[in-house]
């Protein structure tokens, strides 16, 4: 008979951002349990709330299967003695057992069973440390009484193996069929089965589908703006957190002042968004309407108090950004150079006045004119700002806005506001608008890996403080997508992460297959808008019939060249060709040497087959045997111009 199994983890209010790793994390050790145990069975469902994490799993035996194993014993030959203390150990008598023929000889040998464990008694005795398993960035102790850890106190756990009650506990809490309602709508237990669960959640005013809870936000804020013709601006990552802050998600709207308006937008949709976790409301135009989205963890809001309470704390946070933004104005940013002498960068690499000098020559290297060169001195000058200190994430649009409020010119304002693009590899975070800003980001990153690296600050494992991982994509990102000409190094600790985030870039975020990559890679990957243009058009011709019989001849090639240690390079004598297949193949190559490889690829594929079939490589004579190799080393260069075809995986090997 299969079962279902429900676990329900309830908590304080765990942080938003940790619970769905959290999730996935239970889930895959919960699955290795089941296989490990074999106790069949698989993981169907996680879903989670700030107070819970609840994971569902279907078909686990009621009990394991019995295990029957063959104990050899003594030798045959030893005896009486020998097998009933063989029997003695096994547990039963001389007369039940049996014999069993090796290639050494007959031994006593035992069938002995193992009753499987009851699945109910096995969970119980390991979902204590499973649970306390869970990986977390921090953890608490909360009982003052033992060493148990967790993100936040645990404070019940619902465990259901079909109608039975897992039991166990943790840090004094005992496992039970209990759960718990909303902590404002219904704080009171309850008890459920498997089947109820999540329909007695609900009465308890707990909604725990995490997509349900996002779609009620998003259908009630869509319903709210529809009346007065106003839509939300969307934000992913906003929604993701709103969705796990609550369990029981309700939008209201709310109004600002329209004199706060005169700030930038930018600086008002910060303010809205990291300190009040509002979302922002914009107009059919795109301008920031005086409205704001807040969602409660409640029900409704019949007597506005919880709208006029979060109006009186945006207006707060508003007038604080606009005295920031006053106070800001009276020190231009080019004042503010000689001030990052007192801003340290990193302790070991010096202030941000030190490499600021350095972006600004870094700069100038990729040929930045003027305008790129004066964004490079003034980028880092906003860190000094009071707007920065409160709202940290602004760093670099600040400096953007002030620079222009402070008679910049466009492009050197421009270049500063986008010089921390792109924060990521996701194709929707873009690269800098302009050329200038395109140098500054780069120059500023790049500067940033050849330091850490030089003092020995690479990344190891999981850990990299110094985001060197996120910087090498955004230059490999900018070198591509803004087409900007950025060449690699080649060599060191460097040049080889650089190069694992080239090849991750182009396999992971363009989707080229991967012998893909590898094989235009080793024709060379320092100059990334080279890379990716052959990398096109070998996805292209990939398709072709011709192709893939080509590739294996040129691993055969490669193959040989190696074992014959050929070092000569590609210089042949056309008089010691033979007339037939090795002339025809020397001469196709000259005919088509000024071609593309696209259209060289048919010509030469029967060509290059009839050779291999017909003419001997390594042939007695020395000089015609060189003479060979040295045909064979020079069409292998001159496609490696676009890709070591050798490295692309072919359906049958040679």
Request: net charge negative; proline share 4%.
């Amino acid at each position: 008979m299969s079962l279902p199994f429900l676990l329900e983890i309830g908590t304080e209010e765990i942080p938003d951002w940790m619970i769905v790793p959290a999730l996935n994390n239970l889930q895959d050790m919960f699955q290795a349990l089941l296989d490990q145990q074999v106790l069949g069975g698989r993981v169907t469902s996680v879903d989670a709330t700030p107070r819970r994490l609840v994971l569902r799993a279907e078909g686990l035996l009621e009990r394991q299967a019995d295990v029957e194993e063959l104990v050899l014993g003594p030798a045959k030959s030893a005896g009486a003695g020998a097998a009933g203390g063989f029997a003695k150990k096994m547990g039963t008598t001389a007369d039940q057992l049996g014999t069993q023929t090796t290639a050494k000889g007959e031994y006593f040998a035992f069938a002995k069973r193992t009753q499987g464990q009851a699945t109910v008694a096995i969970l119980a005795r390991e979902l204590p440390n499973l649970i306390l398993k869970i990986q977390w960035p921090k953890t608490m102790v909360w009982n003052g009484k033992g060493t148990e850890r967790f993100i936040r106190p645990i404070r019940w756990m619902l465990t259901l193996l079909g109608r039975a009650v897992v039991g166990f506990e943790i840090a004094g809490v005992h496992s039970s069929s209990t759960t718990w309602g909303h902590r404002v709508l219904a704080n009171r237990q309850f008890t459920v089965t498997i089947d109820d669960h999540e329909h007695v959640l609900r009465e308890l005013s707990v909604i725990l589908s995490a997509d349900e809870r996002r779609r009620k936000i998003k259908t009630e804020v869509d319903a709210l703006l529809g009346r007065v013709g106003l839509h939300v601006k969307q934000d992913r990552d906003l929604m993701e957190t709103l969705t796990y802050l609550t369990e029981y998600p309700t939008p209201i709207l709310g109004s600002f002042d329209r004199s706060y308006l005169s700030l930038p937008k930018e600086v008002l949709v910060e303010v809205m968004r990291h300190h009040q976790k509002y979302l922002s409301v914009e107009d059919s135009d795109g301008k920031l309407a005086p409205h704001f989205i807040a969602v409660m963890n409640t029900n409704g809001d019949p007597d506005r108090l919880v709208r006029q309470g979060n109006e009186k704390v945006l207006r707060a946070r508003f007038n604080d950004a606009r005295f920031f933004w006053d106070q800001d104005q009276k020190k231009k940013l080019e004042d503010r150079v000689e001030d990052l002498k007192t801003v340290t960068f990193q302790a070991q690499l010096g202030s941000y006045y030190e490499k600021t000098q350095r972006v600004v020559r870094w700069v100038t290297d990729l040929g930045g004119e003027e305008d790129a060169q004066r964004a490079a001195l003034l980028c880092k000058c906003d860190l000094t700002t009071d707007m920065v200190k409160e709202f940290t994430d602004l760093q670099g649009i600040v400096g953007g806005l002030y620079a222009r409020a402070q008679g910049e010119n466009e492009e050197v304002a421009q270049a500063i506001y986008d010089h921390y693009k792109p924060l990521s590899m996701d194709m929707e975070d873009p690269v800098p608008s302009t050329l200038n800003g395109c140098l500054v980001s780069m120059a500023d990153k790049w500067d940033t890996l050849v330091e850490c690296f030089r003092v020995g600050m690479a990344p190891t494992g999981s850990r990299d403080p110094f985001g060197l991982r996120r910087a090498a994509q955004g230059i490999v990102r900018i070198s591509t997508e803004g087409q900007v000409n950025f060449e690699l190094p080649q060599h060191g600790e460097l040049a080889e992460f650089m190069r694992d985030r080239v090849e991750y870039y182009f396999r992971d975020v363009h989707g080229f297959a991967y012998d893909e990559v590898r094989a235009c890679m080793a024709a060379g990957w320092n100059d990334l808008l080279d890379l990716w243009r052959r990398l096109r058009r070998v996805q292209a011709i990939r398709p072709t019939p011709d192709f893939e019989l080509l590739a294996k001849s040129f691993k055969r090639i490669k193959n040989i060249l190696k074992q014959a240690a050929y070092s000569d390079g590609g210089s042949y004598r056309k008089e010691l060709f033979e007339t037939g297949p090795e002339l025809e193949l020397y001469n196709e190559i000259v005919r088509t040497k000024t071609q593309p490889l696209e259209s060289r690829i048919g010509p030469l594929r029967p060509k290059v087959d009839l050779f291999f079939d017909k003419v001997l490589v390594n042939a007695p004579d020395p000089g015609i045997r060189r003479n060979r190799l040295a045909l064979l080393q020079s069409l292998l260069t001159e496609f490696s111009d676009v890709a070591d075809f050798s490295e692309i995986v072919t359906e049958r090997q040679p």
